[in-house]
């Protein structure tokens, strides 16, 4: 046998030996995908401002969506009975990695699988909702972050109290789909310091906020403080057009300063859905999500609104002003 077919024969063998392998580097190489639940669907004209955050994080980490990872994006449309159904879509999809947005999106997503990973974002009470075991080891397949601070409903009043001198009487909305505990938090501080309040939850898809204006000016309110959920996020811009038909000082969440709202003040949401990205790619890369601690986030950031505050006749003390992360003329 001369020595080109010997060649040609060893070749040909070890090809043949290595096709298997080739295969199984590439089935091995295959791109992660991590299912989203979310509440609002994007538009062309309007994105999911959560799932932005999200991808961001992702980004940051240097992940390229379509070349190292694939988001599988799913969204109720402001209807909370939904998320059970999406999240079964996503775990018959057989995704890597969950990660959700809010209390009742990650106990739909628990209860229908419990050997996906899940990380969340922004949920008040993850051991009161039964979620994890401790805030130190979560164990099982939910772990994540939250940006509740239990001293965020003084903080807010006392912010409150100081930019409307006078304050007396504060109606408080909330979401009806998510747990009582904020609201019912906030009520005990408002209390605590004095203040009347109403307190309302409303429900999707149309909640009425209208009518919940329309009774804080009738019960004579001073305020309007919003509580940082999904319903409110969603509708934040309807929210911050009746705020200015009723004349009502309006209180949001940190990152909703682009409502209209006079204030928007609190823990930063997207900080915390953005962060849930961290905790993806461990996951990813082997950790298990009842190892990773549930974090505490607690960055608070402080808008005002003048021109909200020239609309609807109030005059922020200078003091107030100076602390401000952003001032919007």
């Not at 994890?132 to 601070?149: C, R, Y």
């Amino acid at each position: 046998m001369n020595s080109r077919l010997w060649r040609f024969i060893v070749a040909l063998v070890f090809g043949l030996l290595l096709t298997p392998l080739a295969s199984e580097a590439q089935q091995s190489a295959k791109i992660p995908r991590v299912g989203f639940l979310g509440h609002k669907a994007p538009t062309q004209a309007v994105p999911s401002i959560p799932l932005q955050a999200f991808q961001q994080g992702l980004a940051d980490l240097g992940y390229v969506e379509g070349r190292d990872i694939i988001i599988e994006a799913r969204f109720s449309e402001g209807r909370v009975e939904r998320f059970p159904e999406l999240a079964a879509e996503l775990v018959r999809l057989n995704v890597d990695v969950i990660a959700v947005v809010g209390a009742v999106t990650a106990r739909a997503a628990k209860k229908v699988t419990t050997n996906i990973p899940i990380v969340f974002a922004v949920v008040v009470e993850p051991i009161a909702d039964n979620l994890v075991a401790s805030l130190e080891q979560p164990g099982g397949n939910v772990t994540g972050f939250t940006n509740f601070d239990p001293g965020q409903p003084r903080k807010q009043f006392e912010l409150l109290k100081e930019a409307l001198p006078g304050l007396g009487r504060v109606e408080i909305l909330g979401d009806r789909g998510v747990s009582d505990a904020l609201l019912k938090a906030n009520e005990e501080q408002a209390r605590a310091m004095g203040l009347q309040t109403q307190g309302l939850k409303l429900a999707g898809p149309t909640p009425d906020f209208e009518g919940a204006f329309a009774a804080a000016k009738k019960e004579r309110m001073d305020a309007v403080l919003l509580l940082d959920e999904p319903i409110i996020g969603i509708n934040r811009k309807r929210i911050g057009e009746l705020a200015a038909t009723y004349r009502l000082p309006t209180m949001f969440g940190g990152d909703w300063a682009d409502a209209g709202g006079l204030i928007a003040y609190g823990p930063s949401f997207l900080e915390a859905v953005k962060r849930m990205s961290v905790y993806v790619d461990k996951i990813l890369k082997g950790a298990k999500p009842g190892d990773l601690p549930v974090e505490v986030l607690k960055y608070y950031l402080l808008a005002i609104n003048l021109k909200t505050a020239r609309e609807i006749g109030v005059t922020i003390p200078p003091e107030v002003l100076k602390r401000a992360d952003k001032v919007i003329e």
